[in-house]
Structure formats: structure tokens, C-alpha cells
């Protein structure tokens, strides 16, 4: 299972920007960072049988260069599952937008099935971007998830967002 965010369809979902970011900045920002938390959030999928999960070690970047470090775990509760990591990246480059990441990000999650992913998404933290973005970024962000659709809400270095894709 991978989710992975394309830079096409973040374009869409960046609404607005402050005095901060660029909508482009922003968009290249994220895509990044969706796809370092999307491959964290595999190495926390329960196998059938299980529980819970946990995961501290070191991910590669499937779409560039660089490594992250994931400390978390996933547990079944009566609703589903809910998911806590922490994720701290190293130099994390995304090839396609020349951008490099390091800092960390907090994601907790609350899941009523992980596969397809259906249920919330909060996502906090601050990064520090280089290459073609030059920047210090703070997170926020609530993603919400069902079969159909995605709903983002929050901010990413200044540049808010407010839109709803389907799936």
C-alpha cells in the first residue's frame, strides 16, 4: 500500500498563500513531505493477525534521495485503528521538484479501515527546505479521508489550504 500524492493534483488543493510561501513553493513543499509520511505510514500497517504495529528505524526515499527516521506505532481500537509516528528527515530530496527536506513532522491518525485509507489525518511539525524552495516551513494540516474523496484544511508555511479531491 502507497500513497503518494502527485504534484498535479497538490497543485489544486493549495488555495491561498500569506506572505510566506508561494502556491508553487507550498505545493512542491508538501508533495514532498505527503510522500515521506505515506512511506512511514506502511511500515506501520498491522499484518492480518496483528493488532498493532511499531516501527523505529530508518526509511529510504522511494522518489529521490535522503532518509528518514520513523519512530511510531499503529493499534486496533474498538473503531479501527490509530496511528502515531514521528518522522525526522535527512536530507530527503524529491528529484521531480528539486527540493530537499530536513526537520520533522508529527503525524497522528485515526483510521476506521487502513486499506483503503478511511478516516483522519493530522500532521504538525517544521521543516526546512532547499533546492528550488529556500525555506523554513511549518505544518499544519488535517486530511480527511474516504473512498471517494480527500479533504485537506490547514496550512503549509504560510500557504493555506481548503479543498476537497476526489479520489
Excluded at 502556491?23 to 514532498?32: D, E, I, R, Y
Aim: hydrophobic share 45%.
Amino acid at each position: 500500500m502507497r500513497l503518494h500524492v502527485p504534484l498535479g493534483i497538490c497543485m489544486l488543493l493549495v488555495g491561498g498563500c500569506s506572505n510566506n510561501l508561494d502556491q508553487q513553493s507550498a505545493t512542491k513543499v508538501m508533495t514532498s513531505a505527503l510522500n515521506g509520511t505515506a512511506a512511514a505510514q506502511v511500515k506501520l500497517k498491522p499484518v492480518a493477525g496483528a493488532g498493532s504495529a511499531s516501527f523505529d528505524g530508518d526509511i529510504q526515499n522511494p522518489a529521490g534521495s535522503g532518509s528518514a527516521h520513523v519512530t511510531g506505532s499503529a493499534a486496533s481500537t474498538a473503531a479501527g485503528f490509530s496511528v502515531n509516528f514521528d518522522i525526522a528527515f535527512a536530507h530527503w530530496t524529491d528529484l521531480a521538484s528539486n527540493v530537499t527536506l530536513d526537520g520533522s513532522l508529527h503525524e497522528a491518525a485515526a483510521f476506521s479501515t487502513m486499506s483503503p485509507f478511511v478516516g483522519s489525518v493530522k500532521i504538525t511539525g517544521d521543516l526546512a527546505a532547499t533546492g528550488a524552495v529556500q525555506a523554513a516551513v511549518a505544518f499544519d494540516l488535517a486530511l480527511d479521508y474516504s473512498p471517494t474523496k480527500l479533504q485537506v484544511v490547514g496550512n503549509v508555511g504560510g500557504a493555506s489550504l481548503n479543498a476537497t479531491l476526489g479520489l
